[in-house]
């Protein structure tokens, strides 16, 4: 027999988890809705093949290339940083290091972790676009580089932390039988360990890859603002996630098509994240299967 | 060179390459740490905490930042520490099996991927405008709710799923039902764990800038706000706004007021990592 209280406990704890569909539901909405009278102006095929983006000059131009390029190259230098850096580290702490060594490291990476993005912004714009400045030439005081290379490090703690998380899963045995037949620690490591954690280490660099694209103070600080198909990392760019913080801060009317590429470039954001989480939301299902 | 030299030198090498790269990640967070204690802090002082902004660097203060990020601390609590807890009930303890559970779980881990900046047009939108709300408190708190909501969610399972099984089955020998099983015996039980989780949710919180910038919070707000409805800044639009200016005094203002954000979340967190470890070397199951 169930009292009425119970049930009606159990309907409002569930109708708080439908809030989180909600969530996901509104997100979906507010998206398509705002950008379908984006998209009844300007033609999907010249969102995506106009290589200029300029809805505030008087010339104006809807390609979202150059934000891609700006996204996607800041998010390369990101990931080129934090992916063989993180990796190794994680294999370190892992496989190598003293057990005493890696209690203490791991929650001093947590605190790299728990910074808030726009004093890497900070980091970026007054330390490292400097340093670079003293032996690159021809770098400007916004660039691609330092906003990428900060961002790697950014999301360097998670590379580490979810790669070590899945190599120090890996049962021991097979350590053991891999020393057993005279491999040492290095061929160990990067033949039997890392294979055998492989999707729990995509996963982890699924999830740095979608930070990045997602990042939007450390670029909105330090990497300007100027959309430009260039993949030249000396260059100051414009990212979709910079072009929206953009807007939102000038005066541009609600409403008009100008304030509506807004969402057209969210959707664009979106759906990139979207992909993503996905991809690594089946890998992780595949591999708790694995080990568990 | 034979292969078991080469071997015993290629494991050399990594193990070197391994401490070189973990000392590097160290270096640079101490770098960074040095960078801004070393740029702000002279400029921390009680004028500084008690001044309204200012167009001018050396009488600019960090009142209206720092008092709206308390009320965004404080109203985000209220909303998000609610739903998130319960939910997070509803998915360990009730919706174990049935599909609308596992709809809200698949839900969850993909919310957790999408950019903050998303969470900001939503807001923009939803409340807003469609609610109304405009760039209030409001606005911005039940923003950044949604955006933590997963996180509170999954931290309240985790620590749910480390009670054990025996407990629950005691009690309800003892003749409790589901729900006094789970306020009695589950809840507090698992309550260092749930508050760990919620502390780490609302210092993420109060270190978001991107949704609040499109939910339209102003840099530049010289009251401190007395209601929700109030427009609002936080202390890390302040430091975006003084950072984004050319002069060098106010870049000096965005590394003292870093300090005082910084010292915020690491406080935050301390306290969080303290009642984990509380919690872990309380219980032997």
């Given at each position: 027999?169930?009292?009425?209280?119970?049930k009606i406990i159990e309907f409002g704890l569930a109708t708080s988890g439908a809030i989180t569909l909600?969530?996901?539901?509104?997100?979906?909405?507010?998206?398509?809705?705002?950008?379908?009278?984006?998209?009844?102006?300007?033609?999907?095929?010249?969102?995506?093949?106009?290589?200029?983006?300029?809805?505030?000059?008087?010339?104006?131009?809807?390609?979202?290339?150059?934000?891609?390029?700006?996204?996607?190259?800041?998010?390369?230098?990101?990931?080129?940083?934090?992916?063989?850096?993180?990796?190794?580290?994680?294999?370190?702490?892992?496989?190598?290091?003293?057990?005493?060594?890696?209690?203490?490291?791991?929650?001093?990476?947590?605190?790299?972790?728990?910074?808030?993005?726009?004093?890497?912004?900070?980091?970026?714009?007054?330390?490292?676009?400097?340093?670079?400045?003293?032996?690159?030439?021809?770098?400007?005081?916004?660039?691609?580089?330092?906003?990428?290379?900060?961002?790697?490090?950014?999301?360097?703690?998670?590379?580490?932390?979810?790669?070590?998380?899945?190599?120090?899963?890996?049962?021991?045995?097979?350590?053991?039988?891999?020393?057993?037949?005279?491999?040492?620690?290095?061929?160990?490591?990067?033949?039997?360990?890392?294979?055998?954690?492989?999707?729990?280490?995509?996963?982890?660099?699924?999830?740095?890859?979608?930070?990045?694209?997602?990042?939007?103070?450390?670029?909105?600080?330090?990497?300007?603002?100027?959309?430009?198909?260039?993949?030249?990392?000396?260059?100051?760019?414009?990212?979709?996630?910079?072009?929206?913080?953009?807007?939102?801060?000038?005066?541009?009317?609600?409403?008009?098509?100008?304030?509506?590429?807004?969402?057209?470039?969210?959707?664009?954001?979106?759906?990139?994240?979207?992909?993503?989480?996905?991809?690594?939301?089946?890998?992780?299902?595949?591999?708790?299967?694995?080990?568990? | 060179?034979?292969?078991?030299?080469?071997?015993?030198?290629?494991?050399?090498?990594?193990?070197?390459?391994?401490?070189?790269?973990?000392?590097?990640?160290?270096?640079?967070?101490?770098?960074?740490?040095?960078?801004?204690?070393?740029?702000?802090?002279?400029?921390?002082?009680?004028?500084?905490?008690?001044?309204?902004?200012?167009?001018?660097?050396?009488?600019?203060?960090?009142?209206?930042?720092?008092?709206?990020?308390?009320?965004?601390?404080g109203l985000t609590s209220l909303i998000a520490i609610p739903i998130g807890v319960a939910a997070g009930?509803?998915?360990?303890?009730?919706?174990?099996?049935?599909?609308?559970?596992?709809?809200?779980?698949?839900?969850?881990?993909?919310?957790?991927?999408?950019?903050?900046?998303?969470?900001?047009?939503?807001?923009?939108?939803?409340?807003?405008?469609?609610?109304?709300?405009?760039?209030?408190?409001?606005?911005?708190?039940?923003?950044?709710?949604?955006?933590?909501?997963?996180?509170?969610?999954?931290a309240t399972r985790e620590a749910l799923k480390a009670v054990p099984k025996t407990l629950r089955e005691?009690?309800?020998?003892?003749?409790?039902?589901?729900?006094?099983?789970?306020?009695?015996?589950?809840?507090?039980?698992?309550?260092?764990?749930?508050?760990?989780?919620?502390?780490?949710?609302?210092?993420?919180?109060?270190?978001?800038?991107?949704?609040?910038?499109?939910?339209?919070?102003?840099?530049?707000?010289?009251?401190?706000?007395?209601?929700?409805?109030?427009?609002?800044?936080?202390?890390?639009?302040?430091?975006?706004?003084?950072?984004?200016?050319?002069?060098?005094?106010?870049?000096?203002?965005?590394?003292?007021?870093?300090?005082?954000?910084?010292?915020?979340?690491?406080?935050?967190?301390?306290?969080?990592?303290?009642?984990?470890?509380?919690?872990?070397?309380?219980?032997?199951?």
């Open positions: 027999m169930k009292r009425p209280s119970e909600l969530i996901t539901v509104g997100i979906l909405w507010v998206l398509f809705s705002e950008s379908i009278s984006f998209f009844k102006v300007v033609s999907i095929w010249d969102f995506f093949t106009d290589t200029q983006w300029t809805p505030l000059f008087t010339q104006k131009h809807y390609g979202i290339l150059p934000l891609l390029s700006g996204t996607l190259l800041t998010t390369l230098i990101a990931v080129a940083t934090a992916m063989p850096i993180g990796l190794t580290i994680a294999i370190y702490l892992s496989e190598y290091a003293h057990k005493t060594f890696r209690k203490r490291v791991k929650p001093i990476m947590e605190i790299l972790a728990a910074i808030p993005t726009v004093v890497y912004g900070f980091f970026a714009l007054t330390v490292v676009t400097p340093f670079l400045q003293s032996f690159i030439p021809g770098i400007g005081t916004f660039n691609a580089l330092s906003a990428g290379l900060v961002m790697g490090i950014m999301i360097l703690p998670l590379v580490t932390s979810l790669s070590e998380d899945a190599l120090y899963a890996v049962p021991k045995s097979l350590r053991e039988a891999s020393f057993g037949m005279g491999a040492n620690r290095f061929q160990t490591s990067f033949k039997v360990v890392v294979p055998a954690a492989s999707s729990g280490i995509t996963v982890s660099f699924i999830l740095a890859i979608g930070r990045a694209i997602g990042e939007t103070m450390v670029v909105a600080v330090a990497a300007g603002q100027q959309p430009i198909l260039t993949l030249d990392p000396r260059q100051g760019v414009e990212t979709i996630t910079a072009y929206i913080v953009q807007i939102s801060l000038g005066d541009v009317t609600h409403g008009s098509l100008e304030y509506n590429t807004i969402f057209a470039a969210g959707v664009t954001l979106f759906l990139f994240t979207f992909i993503l989480n996905h991809i690594s939301y089946g890998l992780k299902k595949r591999y708790h299967q694995q080990y568990e | 060179m034979s292969s078991r030299a080469w071997n015993r030198i290629q494991d050399k090498a990594f193990h070197v390459v391994g401490l070189v790269f973990t000392f590097s990640a160290l270096l640079i967070l101490a770098v960074f740490l040095l960078d801004i204690i070393g740029e702000g802090w002279n400029r921390i002082d009680w004028n500084f905490l008690t001044s309204l902004p200012s167009r001018r660097a050396e009488r600019a203060g960090i009142l209206t930042a720092w008092t709206g990020t308390a009320w965004i601390l009930i509803y998915l360990e303890e009730y919706g174990k099996k049935n599909r609308f559970a596992s709809a809200i779980e698949v839900n969850i881990a993909n919310l957790a991927g999408v950019p903050s900046i998303i969470y900001g047009l939503l807001g923009l939108e939803i409340f807003g405008r469609i609610l109304g709300l405009g760039g209030s408190l409001l606005t911005g708190a039940l923003t950044l709710s949604l955006l933590i909501l997963p996180v509170i969610i999954v005691a009690s309800y020998g003892l003749g409790a039902t589901k729900w006094q099983t789970i306020w009695h015996q589950v809840l507090p039980a698992s309550g260092g764990g749930i508050l760990t989780g919620i502390i780490l949710a609302l210092s993420r919180a109060i270190g978001e800038t991107a949704p609040l910038i499109v939910i339209g919070a102003l840099a530049y707000v010289p009251y401190v706000p007395s209601s929700p409805m109030d427009e609002f800044t936080v202390m890390p639009m302040q430091i975006f706004n003084w950072i984004s200016r050319p002069q060098h005094d106010f870049i000096v203002n965005g590394a003292a007021a870093i300090i005082i954000l910084l010292i915020i979340t690491f406080v935050m967190n301390g306290v969080a990592v303290y009642f984990r470890n509380r919690w872990q070397s309380k219980i032997h199951w």
